[in-house]
């Protein structure tokens, strides 16, 4: 058995329009998210034994946030094709993850975080359904897979144990009013 945790980047700015996309920067209320997320995994005894992230600025900051709220350093494998990565590239980083580490953290973008929960659980789950509305920023998504080797990962066999949205923990941090 493996369990796959997802966390997705906090809510970035869209300030400075000059700025590339993968350069850009958390906004505070992503930050408090991170941080909040942080807390959240440390006070459920989340713990992992690997991590993979995108090397996007808002994933850098909100594992340096979420690092803040958990009180462990969260120190990923940076891979750039984690970077707006679709499913299947996501599933392939899995895929590749040491299969020594039976708890591995990924942390990047979506659609493919979202995809990749709706493709790894079967139709017919609560949470799943939740997911597949949306898969807001900094959410998390922790699944149990029913494999000994995350090679073996496949479609249909991960079960969604927890999906916490920010704005479960702190209504604060749900979206804003327009």
């Known amino acids: 058995m493996k369990t796959l945790i997802l966390l997705r980047h906090a809510k970035s700015s869209w300030d400075d329009h000059g700025v590339r996309d993968f350069d850009r920067a958390l906004n505070p209320k992503g930050e408090r998210a991170a941080r909040t997320m942080g807390s959240h995994m440390r006070a459920i005894g989340l713990s992992w034994d690997y ?3 995108s090397p996007a600025t808002r994933v850098i900051e909100t594992l340096e946030q979420a690092s803040q709220g958990y009180g462990r350093r969260i120190d990923p494998d940076w891979d750039r094709r984690a970077y707006l990565a679709s499913a299947a590239t996501l599933l392939e980083l899995v895929h590749d993850a040491p299969v020594t580490a039976d708890t591995l953290l990924l942390s990047g973008h979506n659609p493919g975080l979202e995809d990749l929960i709706l493709l790894l659980v079967p139709d ?5 359904d939740q997911v597949e509305i949306k898969f807001p920023t900094a959410s998390l998504a922790v699944m149990t897979c029913d494999a000994d ?4 990962v ?8 927890t999906f916490v949205r920010p704005r479960d ?3 604060s941090l749900g979206p804003d009013a327009d």
Request: aromatic share 4%; net charge negative; proline share 4%.
């Open 51 to 53: 991590a993979i992230a």
């Open 124 to 128: 017919g789950d609560a949470k799943r």
């Open 149 to 152: 080797n995350w090679a073996d």
């Open 154 to 161: 496949a479609a249909g066999s991960c079960t969604l144990t």
């Open 169 to 171: 923990l702190d209504p």
